[in-house]
């Protein structure tokens, strides 16, 4: 049967989850403390990038069964599941900082009018989910012990991956349930019915293992990057082709082709803080997690490569001094307008303590990029006007359109001729057969 669902946090999962989940046919409040976002989503005017978002969001809005506002009391009241889609941002000593959960934990304390189902889809460290019963028990003197539980905890640990968010939602890999009270359990077992009708395979298991498979996989992941990284630097060393190595391991089933694509270091909003807060619930618990702190500190050193690599290409240290650098691409990935933990937000701070005039491109994450950087760089709508006079073509990001750049006119119209190209999209021997001094990585 269709649920009353509230979810809290409207961002990238929680605006993805609250379509996904009344174009469930269960009826959704999303809820965001943030008005300007409540207003605009409320006309269909999605608040983020991502495909397909706007179509299945005025959708759901003419159904009546989506709706979004920011008064968080009423919504709670009027749930029976109630979704947590906050941000757990990394704090400054590397650990999740849970303060936007705690917060709306005491709302929902305040608000328990009845049997709810309190589902955790935030990612949060291994134990936080059973400190949430225990908080909310404490601040509404109710029990969720059975027989009669007043309230059920449910880790929801979301998987889906800015840019593909929507096609993710609607069909994952595996949807990860970890609860306890099996009333809960009857409660997702209805929310998620369609996704069990086409056959998604749902893990049922503990509130600590649904934890901590999604740290799992976002570690496994990053490492997984930052290994063929390594091995790019080390192909490009001594003369190999990291690309053709790359699709002959994931010709082994084992290995897969999957996430072997070198780059210049994983960004984005959650690997380098998931990471990071692995590596602290790790010390919290005794276990020194070596590999993954190996990992956060190869990435950093990939970032730098970047830039250490271009530097080469330019005549050594000090070389960028009064060049100018077009930096294509500033979203941490393609198809998103997120800048979080960009790569590029190194490599731009790198270029300009070089010297380096910086000239950006980014189809959706100019604005984003803008806010963090002001007037330090030149901002352009279109890759030529980035492109014109400059010493330097850098492409950050892997944009269909810088693919299939016009390299003959890039020729045309820059000033020098040197190609740092950190995501390996164009073709090098086209490339130096125009004249271009061109560098991918590790080929
Ligand atoms: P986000 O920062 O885009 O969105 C969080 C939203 O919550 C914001 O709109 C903010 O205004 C709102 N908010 C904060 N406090 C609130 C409160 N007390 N009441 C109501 N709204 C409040 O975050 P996100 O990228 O959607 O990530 C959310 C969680 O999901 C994180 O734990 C993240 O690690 C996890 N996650 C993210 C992704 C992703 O691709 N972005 C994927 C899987 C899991
Ligand atoms: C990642 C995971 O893929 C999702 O499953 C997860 O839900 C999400 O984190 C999360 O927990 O928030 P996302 O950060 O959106 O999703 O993007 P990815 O496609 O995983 O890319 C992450 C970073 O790795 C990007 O900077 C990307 O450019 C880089 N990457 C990815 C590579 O450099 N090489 C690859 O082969 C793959």
């Known amino acids: 049967m269709a649920k009353n669902i509230a979810v809290i946090g409207t961002g990238y999962v929680g605006l993805v989850s609250s379509v996904g989940l009344s174009d469930f046919g269960n009826y959704v409040t999303g ?13 269909g005017v999605p608040t983020i990038y991502e495909l397909g978002l706007e179509d299945y969001l005025k959708r759901n809005l003419e159904s009546g069964r989506l709706t979004f506002t920011t008064d968080i009391d009423t919504a ?6 109630v979704f947590l889609a906050v941000g757990t941002p990394q704090s400054e000593s590397g650990e999740a900082d849970l303060s936007q959960v705690e917060q709306v934990v005491g709302s929902i304390a305040r608000n328990l009018n009845g049997f709810k189902v309190v589902v955790c889809k935030s990612t949060v460290p ?9 908080r909310l028990e404490e601040l509404s003197g109710k029990s969720a012990n059975q027989p009669d539980p007043a309230f059920a905890v449910v880790s929801n640990p979301e998987f889906l991956r800015e840019g593909k968010a929507v096609q993710d939602f609607f069909h994952p890999d595996r949807l990860v349930l970890g609860y306890e009270a099996p009333k809960a359990r009857e409660y997702m077992e209805d929310v998620y019915r369609v996704l069990n009708l086409i056959h998604v395979p749902i893990v049922w298991c503990g509130l600590e293992t649904a934890e901590l498979i999604k740290y799992a996989s976002n570690a496994f992941l990053a490492t997984k990057i930052t290994f063929i990284n390594q ?11 990291i690309h053709v190595i790359a699709r002959s391991m994931g010709m082994d089933g084992r290995i897969s082709p999957k996430f072997l694509h070198p780059g210049p270091g994983y960004g984005g909003s959650c690997f380098p803080k998931d990471t990071h807060a692995l590596v602290s619930t790790g010390a919290s618990y005794g276990v020194e997690m070596s590999l993954v702190r190996e990992v956060i500190a190869a990435n950093r050193q990939m970032k730098a490569h970047v830039v250490d690599r271009l530097l080469k290409m330019t005549g050594g240290p000090g070389s960028l001094q009064g060049k100018v650098v077009a930096v294509l691409g500033l979203a941490f990935k393609a198809e998103t307008d997120d800048v979080r933990e960009s790569p590029a937000i190194t490599i731009v701070q790198r270029l300009l303590e070089e010297g380096a005039t910086v000239q950006t491109h980014d189809p959706e994450a100019l604005a984003n990029f803008k806010a963090l950087f002001g007037d330090t760089l030149q901002y352009h709508e279109h890759e030529f006007d980035a492109i014109k006079g400059a010493d330097v073509l850098l492409i950050v990001t892997e944009w269909n359109e810088y693919r299939n750049l016009d390299l003959e006119r890039a020729k045309n119209e820059m000033r020098g001729n040197v190609i740092m190209d950190a995501r390996n999209v164009l073709e090098p021997e086209k490339a130096r057969s125009l004249g271009f001094n061109y560098r991918g990585i590790g080929r």
Do not use: S
Not at 31 to 38: G, T
Not at 76 to 81: D, K
Not at 126 to 134: D, S, Y
Not at 231 to 241: F, H
């Open 231 to 241: 091995m790019a630097v080390l192909a490009e060393a001594a003369g190999a082709d």
């Open 31 to 43: 809820v965001d403390v943030n008005p300007e976002i409540v207003e605009k989503l409320n006309r």
């Open 126 to 134: 291994v134990g936080t989910n059973r400190w949430v019963k225990r």
């Open 76 to 81: 709670i009241q009027q749930a029976e599941i």
